[in-house]
């Protein structure tokens, strides 16, 4: 793999190692990219970033310049809240993980292996969609994320702590491959078949303004 931009990721210097191929190449340049600012996670409440890295997707936490991502790390970062009895800044599950039986008052707040075995490497079409094999967005109160999806660079961000280099050069690599094999398809629809296409109906879902004085 052929990785080209400016700003230095955790596992580029594998290119050494596994060799470069030209026909496999992540172009890194964009101008969106999303830096990681440590003053932006200085907050009362914790910052959450979905990244998805070649087809899943993986949930990060931010608070005071620390990430959190194992199980421990995420319920450790809870009862800092439940302490200050700010229950509301706290990672929350469904009532999916819960169970009547077992409902108490930081019943939410108190997370569980299967919850955490639920979110962290699930399977995603996102980065298969926009074509990209690193992207972040930010995790809502919801638990839903925003789908404002942004290039970055993993080593930024702790991704370290979710997978070793060497696994995350060869997932990548692979899904560059993917595109490789795979070329985005020209869309070649007129611009009605486009808004027919997404659902709308020309006579019904537009105003047709009357140019007549």
């Not at 596994?18 to 910052?47: A, C, H, L, T």
């Not at 970033?49 to 620390?66: H, L, Q, T």
């Not at 800044?89 to 008052?105: A, D, L």
């Not at 969609?129 to 690193?134: I, Q, S």
Request: net charge positive; glycine share 4%.
């Amino acid at each position: 793999m052929k990785i080209l931009g400016k700003y230095k990721d955790y596992y580029d210097y594998l290119q050494g190692i596994y060799g470069v191929d030209p026909m496999q190449v992540f172009d890194r340049r964009y101008e969106n990219m999303v830096i990681r600012k440590p003053e932006d996670e200085d907050v009362s409440y914790p910052i959450g970033k979905r990244f998805f890295v070649a087809g899943k997707s993986y949930d990060i936490y931010y608070y005071n310049d620390k990430s959190y991502y194992t199980l421990d790390e995420m319920n450790e970062l809870n009862k800092i809240f439940i302490k200050k009895k700010k229950v509301e800044n706290c990672i929350s599950m469904s009532w999916k993980y819960i169970g009547r039986n077992k409902w108490h008052r930081n019943a939410y707040y108190e997370l569980t292996q299967e919850w955490w075995d639920d979110i962290q490497g699930k399977k995603s079409d996102v980065n298969v969609k926009l074509r990209n094999p690193v992207l972040m967005s930010k995790i809502m109160q919801s638990r839903n994320t925003s789908e404002n999806y942004s290039p970055c660079i993993l080593g930024q961000w702790d991704f370290h702590k979710v997978m070793p280099p060497e696994e995350a050069y060869r997932e990548i690599s692979s899904m560059i491959s993917y595109f490789v094999d795979h070329p985005e398809i020209p869309n070649k629809q007129s611009n009605r078949e486009k808004i027919q296409s997404h659902g709308f109906d020309l006579k019904k879902s537009f105003r047709h303004r009357n140019n007549s004085k």
